[in-house]
């Protein structure tokens, strides 16, 4: 089964992502902030990351920093509500998606069974 990281530092949001997703057959992990997504992509394999944007500390950024200097093989999908000019130079090598906030659940779950084929 293919396992999707949901980062993001707001509880609510996390729980729909995370009932979102395993209703639609996919196993999850949850890390609450950039440090604990970096930790569980240091260690772990993921097929997919839904990745917030705006988090206290350790952000967004970092953890697509993370990804791009140790080359991890993941699709990213941005889950955000910053502005667009804030997330239009993404590199499609792993940003595969940007999807603001507030979302739409069936576009969101498209977008990731799109991905995950």
Known sequence: MKTI????????????????????GFATEVAANGAAAISRLRDGDYACVILDLMMPEVGGYDVLAFIDEQQKPVKVIVCTAALP???????????KAVVRKPFDIEQLAATVAGLME
């Open 5 to 24: 990281l949901i980062v993001d530092d707001d509880e609510p949001t996390q729980k729909l992502l995370e009932v979102l997703m395993q209703r639609y």
């Open 85 to 95: 000019t804030r997330t239009e130079k993404f590199d499609p090598k792993f940003v």
